[in-house]
C-alpha cells in the first residue's frame, strides 16, 4: 500500500515562508496529478494547488501569486513552496496523488501550518 508522507510544516509568522514536501513510500508506476489540499477544523477539505503529468499547474484563488507547486517526478516527491503567509493559511495541510488511471487516489496524514505572531 502507498503511503505519502508530508513534511516541512511549523509555526511561522505571518508574512513568512514555509515548504511543505512530499514523498511516496513506495514505486507508483503513472502519477495522473499531485495536489495539495488544506483543512481547517469544521471545514471541508480545500484544494490548494495541483500540477498535472504534462506539467501544468492551477492553483486556488486564495493563493496565486504566494504558493507555488513543483516536483520531482523522479523521486516521486512534490513540493508546495508558501511565501507571504497569513494567519488564514493556518491549516493541516495533505498532499494527495492521483494515478494514472485518474481514480486511484494516494493520501498523506497531513502536517499543520500555523501562521501567527
Known amino acids: 500500500q502507498v503511503q505519502l508522507v508530508e513534511s516541512g510544516g511549523g509555526l511561522v509568522q505571518p508574512g513568512g515562508s514555509l515548504r511543505l514536501s512530499c514523498a511516496a513510500s513506495s514505486i507508483i508506476s503513472s502519477i495522473y496529478s499531485m495536489n495539495w489540499y488544506r483543512q481547517t477544523p469544521g471545514e471541508q477539505r480545500e484544494l490548494v494547488a495541483s500540477?498535472?503529468?504534462?506539467?501544468?499547474?492551477d492553483y486556488a484563488d486564495a493563493v496565486k501569486g504566494r504558493f507555488f507547486i513543483s516536483r520531482d517526478t523522479a523521486k516521486l516527491m512534490t513540493y508546495l513552496q508558501m511565501n507571504s503567509l497569513k494567519p488564514e493559511d493556518t491549516a493541516i495541510y495533505y498532499c494527495m496523488y492521483v494515478a494514472g488511471d485518474a481514480r486511484t487516489t494516494y493520501w498523506g496524514q497531513g502536517t499543520q501550518v500555523t501562521v501567527s505572531s
Open positions: 500540477i498535472f503529468s504534462g506539467g501544468t499547474k
